[in-house]
């Protein structure tokens, strides 16, 4: 199951590598389906899904309405998925296709969840692989839940793992997280992960900042809790400075007044309250957007047979858009 966005470059050569991979399995499965997700791409993506899907059984394309986002098209395809085993991973092919005979071998000692562990990140700055060491592991200290570090959402799931993330609908998705709460018999596989095969990255650190704002909030209050605490310290200091200035005024009859204390106190203690007020607006927000009910995604179209044959001849059925 492979979420896509403006990936036109990427299509054909991640089709190839994975109809390669499924071809060259060590036990062929009685039948296997690729799920294409494109998440409301801008160039042409989904025109070349829609025309390999016209030759091909195996291949089902879903088009969302507009773009939603990596979690929720990774979720819609989730949602649609049919087999004993899922494999999600994204269409860059940074995530090597290869992997997959390893996760089903992991997968059938009776593993539910398979997550790839990156030992190596080729053609990354080191200024991407230090917020990235960072994010993973601030999230595993401030979430609930044992989340493994350096470890993206390229796994393979069992049935009742997926069946259990369908029932899980939060808005704002954290789908690692989200795997690793399911729990399960759980075990990771380390691999290099490799260069982008074209284009530039989807996720800017803007967008970085927010999935791990996401990934926090949806698994933590601590927060919350250090907002808290650090309300405390501010009030204990503020209670020492004023015995302080008291203790002055009534020993030696000096006073400290001055625009500088009085300016630094004013905008120290606003600055906390802004912070603690910026953080409970990020779990109101969610409140909110869970409260209104709206749908995930809206698909636009949802092309393709579905679960096929493992020897399924290639369609020469024309394909509806």
Request: aromatic residues 10%; contains cysteine.
């Amino acid at each position: 199951m492979v979420p896509l966005y403006n990936e036109a470059d990427n299509v054909a050569e991640l089709l190839r590598r994975l109809r390669s991979v499924v071809e060259g399995l060590t036990v062929q499965p009685a039948a296997w389906e690729l799920i294409c997700v494109d998440d409301g791409s801008r160039d042409a993506t989904l025109a070349i899904l829609l025309d390999a899907a016209a030759v091909d059984p195996h291949l089902r394309i879903i088009s969302l309405s507009r773009n939603f986002g990596h979690q929720i098209a990774a979720t819609a395809g989730l949602d649609a998925a049919s087999g004993d085993a899922v494999v999600l991973m994204d269409g860059d092919l940074q995530d090597p296709p290869e992997l997959i005979e390893a996760f089903l071998a992991k997968f059938r000692e009776g593993y539910d969840v398979v997550y790839a562990t990156r030992r190596r990140r080729e053609g990354e700055s080191r200024f991407k692989l230090l917020t990235a060491a960072v994010f993973y592991r601030t999230i595993r200290r401030l979430t609930n839940v044992s989340i493994p570090v350096d470890t993206g959402d390229f796994r393979l799931m069992s049935r009742r793992v997926v069946a259990a993330l369908r029932d899980s609908r939060e808005r704002h998705r954290f789908i690692r997280g989200l795997v690793s709460w399911v729990g399960y018999r759980q075990t990771g596989i380390e691999y290099d992960r490799a260069e982008r095969f074209s284009g530039a990255s989807k996720y800017p650190i803007s967008k970085m900042v927010r999935f791990a704002i996401d990934g926090i909030t949806a698994f933590s209050e601590i927060p919350l809790r250090i907002a808290t605490w650090f309300g405390f310290i501010v009030s204990g200091v503020a209670f020492i400075v004023g015995l302080f200035e008291i203790g002055l005024r009534i020993f030696t009859g000096y006073n400290l007044p001055g625009y500088t204390s009085t300016i630094f106190a004013i905008l120290f203690l606003g600055g906390v309250q802004l912070i603690t007020i910026g953080i409970l607006g990020e779990y109101v927000g969610r409140v909110y957007d869970e409260i209104k009910g709206r749908p995930l995604y809206l698909v636009a179209e949802n092309v393709g047979n579905g679960l096929a044959a493992a020897d399924s001849p290639p369609s020469t059925a024309p394909v509806v858009r």
